[in-house]
């Protein structure tokens, strides 16, 4: 039965087989004795926490919805010609259907065809088929909240801070592609007539920062250290806690205040700074709740430790030692170990920064596809044909200098910090851990065979790794999530080696840049140095928190004041944020998805000046000619109507009051 609107009246069907409230006949054929009352099911708190466990199980993997997923959709990125059927490239031609058409959408986390709700199949779960069974589960849960009579007071709190964040994060997930939605707050009769009207964006988010906000009333700190998580000490760790909850509820009064939600989806960028600045406040109020929270250590997450270098030295950070995502020697977390995990048992990804993820169901399935698309195919050194990789324009836009400077500005243009003859020379730490530039000794094994000339990394001009179809066009590969290491020879991705690879949907890093965003929308895109009466950072407190832990110097004060700051949280997103699925909502809010330079895709070209083996030696340092990002690639031609996913035809023809989104 595929999930549309019409049926969310329908799903009274629960993992308990709730008769009393199923009316969707695909699940009655079972034995009679196999009915479970209303009231057993949620009178005590196993039975109900285990109801609400279903919600988290079916929360999507983004990295293992097909075999080569896809979820970076700005300019960020951009595909080799054999993935040209798949979504991302496909978007770029402007059919934003491509979400639930490329193969009937098994390649986006958005939709697909599986309607197997309780399933660990990696390809069963999706937004769109999942949210409006887990709205509906959520609804039935708050209406039997009072069946609850074997529970501790914690326990009723953490199911009803559940449900309620739940119900708001599956809304909160399709509005911010799709725009208002029909809030669903109650469980609808199977016989009531559909009569939902479409409220705004800003309306649907401000509803939803509602849910969360109540969310946190109920839900605890730390479950390891509250009567609900008793039980189940040690193992908690991807429950849901206030500071998630408050996360959230900052996160939709910030979209709630963008210039998207604001004035409307329009072209020209003219509005890009202008936020709703009433509802800025209230979200850097909450966000700035949130970081007190965690940098008091009530909550169990932080900003993990970003520390490569020599074992002898773990403060020095060589860009080698980045690249290879070596961990010093003395340090209790790892930057990497939020995106995936390597000899460790298959130890699920996040660490302490991941603030929220789905259950750890196939999470050594990226090794059968995700993890093998980001290196060159030659020879099939990364196992596959299809290639992904980061368009030159966005390395340049996104990683600046190791002293906080831009190299590019937001009309794309270099900037006097930027030494075009030595361009891998002195950037941002998060570059060489994230980024694969050219002369970096790729494979770290050593090869005299088959691969002997691609130990080291040829990415200039006319280089042996710049081949098109099974190299990269642009001049780079990226590594951030999947670490170069991940090759048929280094073998990574073995069986042995326990590979396994996940991206949290949220972390601690974007709790203080969205706190820094929403401190300079508060002041009208004036100033860096709103401070919220919840906490002491001042906004570009909050980013400098985040180059801190990266090695890099604080702000710089041209940056300081004015809508240069908010340029700078932009550019900051864009590199602490990279390749994880964020890039695309972020133009979106901000008016700037169809605007230049955010629609073009560009190529590096430039030539060695250096000595292969000075090069190899240290590439860091490497001088060529010649280097521009003046070749485009692609450009999106896009208009007013890509702000907002189209809903297939079949769900808007349901009734008068849930048009399509303009323009499709």
């Known amino acids: 039965m595929n999930i549309k609107l019409k049926n969310i009246l329908a799903f009274g069907s629960l993992a308990v087989a709730l008769t009393a409230t199923s009316s969707c006949t695909d699940y009655l054929d079972k034995t009679p004795d196999s009915d479970v009352s209303a009231e057993e099911a949620f009178k005590n708190f196993n039975n109900f926490q285990g109801f609400v466990e279903e919600i988290y199980n ?14 970076n959709w700005g300019e960020d990125e951009i595909a080799n ?5 798949h979504v991302m490239p496909t978007m770029d031609e402007g059919n934003f259907r491509a ?22 199949d990696r390809f069963a779960h999706h937004i769109w088929n999942d949210a409006f069974y887990c709205i509906r589960k959520c609804n039935l849960g708050l209406e039997n909240l009072e069946t609850l009579t074997e529970a501790n007071q914690d326990q009723k709190d953490a199911i009803k801070g559940e449900l309620l964040f739940f119900r708001a994060w599956w809304h909160e997930e399709l509005i911010i592609y799709l ?28 509803r939803a920062a509602e849910d969360f906000g109540e969310a946190a009333k109920y839900l605890p700190n730390d479950w390891d250290k509250s009567g609900a998580g008793a039980a189940t000490k040690g193992k908690n760790e991807l429950r849901i806690t206030k500071a998630t909850a408050l996360a959230y509820q900052g996160k939709m009064l910030l979209w709630a205040a963008s210039p998207l939600a604001e004035n409307g989806a329009q072209t020209g960028g003219a509005n890009t700074f202008k936020y709703n600045t009433e509802l800025a406040k209230q979200a850097v109020e909450v966000l700035g709740q949130t970081i007190s929270l965690i940098e008091s250590g009530q909550t169990p997450y932080e900003l993990v430790q970003y520390l490569y270098g020599d074992a002898s030295d773990p403060t020095e950070n060589k860009p080698n030692d980045l690249f290879n995502h070596t961990k010093a020697e003395g340090s209790t977390t790892n930057f990497s170990d939020i995106f995936y995990t390597v000899s460790d048992g298959w130890r699920q990804p996040g660490t302490k920064e991941a603030m929220l993820r789905g259950s750890a169901y196939g999470i050594n399935d990226a090794r059968w596809g995700f993890a093998t698309v980001w290196g060159p195919q030659k020879g099939s050194l990364c196992y596959g044909g299809e290639i992904r990789m980061p368009t030159a324009n966005y390395v340049d836009y996104a990683y600046g200098t190791k002293d906080g400077y831009l190299i590019m500005d937001e009309k794309g243009n270099y900037t006097e910090h930027f030494d075009p003859s030595h361009p891998f020379k002195d950037r941002d730490n998060r570059f060489y851990h994230d980024i694969v530039f050219d002369g970096e000794k790729y ?3 050593g090869n005299d065979g088959e691969f002997k000339d691609l130990v080291y990394c040829t990415l200039y001009t006319g280089g042996l790794m710049r081949d098109e179809a099974q190299g990269s066009k642009t001049g780079y590969f990226e590594q951030k999530l999947v670490p170069h290491q991940y090759n048929s020879v280094d073998d990574w991705g073995g069986y042995g080696k326990a590979f396994s690879c996940y991206l949290p949907y949220l972390r601690v890093a974007d709790v203080y840049l969205m706190y820094a965003e929403a401190g300079s929308a508060a002041s009208g895109c004036s100033s860096s140095t709103y401070t919220a009466s919840t906490c002491s950072l001042t906004a570009a407190d909050a980013i400098n928190r985040l180059h801190a832990r990266a090695g890099v110097a604080d702000i710089p004060g041209e940056y300081l004041s004015g809508e240069a700051f908010m340029n700078y949280v932009r550019h900051e997103r864009a590199c602490e944020l990279a390749f994880e699925g964020f890039r695309f ?52 031609n896009l208009g007013t109507k890509h702000y907002w996913f189209p809903f297939k035809d079949s769900e808007v023809y349901l009734y008068g009051d849930f048009p399509q989104n303009p323009g499709w």
């Open 443 to 445: 494979i770290q094994s």
């Open 585 to 636: 909502n972020d133009l979106q809010r901000w008016l700037l998805l169809t605007e230049k330079p955010y629609t073009l895709k560009k190529a590096a070209d430039f030539k060695r000046v250096s000595s292969d083996a000075d090069v190899q030696a240290n590439p860091a340092e490497a001088e060529v000619s010649g280097y521009n990002t003046d070749r485009v690639l692609k450009e999106r």
């Open 179 to 206: 725009g208002g939605i029909p809030y669903i707050d109650k469980v609808l009769s199977g016989s009531e007539k559909l009569t939902l009207p479409r409220p705004t964006f800003q309306e649907c988010a401000k």
């Open 58 to 71: 079916c929360i999507p993997h983004k990295e293992t919805m097909y075999w080569n997923t896809t979820f």
């Open 81 to 85: 010609a054999s993935s040209n059927y």
């Open 99 to 120: 979400y639930f058409q490329c193969w009937g959408g098994n390649l986006s986390y958005l939709y697909g065809n599986s309607t197997n709700h309780p399933e660990t």
